[in-house]
Nanobody, 125 residues
Framework: QLQLVESGGGLVQPGGSLRLSCATS????????IGWFRQAPGKEREGVSC????????KYADFVEGRFTISRDNTKNTVYLQMNSLKPEDTAVYYCGAELYGSSCIFLRDGMDYWGKGTLVTVSS
């Protein structure tokens, strides 16, 4: 059964860091682009970052401004999102999604084939 499970969310002060993990199972992860999306209260889900199956191509939303880094370890079937210099406006539920070949993911469009259930990130003092 195909699964994506996010972890690593929590409460952090402004300027702090978190590393989110997306553990995948039940499919050949090398064939799938993995994207991170987020949804803040009262807002639509938006793309944050995407990495292709090989890890050779990455994409970031403009609001990331060099603060986040996406990476993947296909030997562990896991994709990471390192988030530094967090701001209160980064508060959201963060979801990871998988898309075969990544034609939507790489443009941070909401067209993923599979989704995790999300992990909450709260940035507050």
């Amino acid at each position: 059964q195909l699964q994506l499970v996010e972890s690593g969310g929590g409460l952090v002060q402004p300027g702090g860091s978190l590393r989110l993990s997306c553990a995948t199972s039940g499919f050949t992860v090398d064939d799938y682009a993995i994207g991170w999306f987020r949804q803040a209260p009262g807002k639509e889900r938006e793309g944050v970052s995407c990495i292709t199956g090989s890890g050779g191509v990455t994409k970031y939303a403009d609001f990331v401004e060099g603060r986040f880094t996406i990476s993947r370890d296909n030997t562990k079937n896991t994709v990471y999102l390192q988030m530094n210099s967090l701001k209160p406006e980064d508060t959201a539920v963060y979801y990871c999604g998988a898309e075969l070949y990544g034609s939507s993911c790489i443009f941070l469009r909401d067209g993923m084939d599979y989704w995790g259930k999300g992990t909450l990130v709260t940035v507050s003092s």
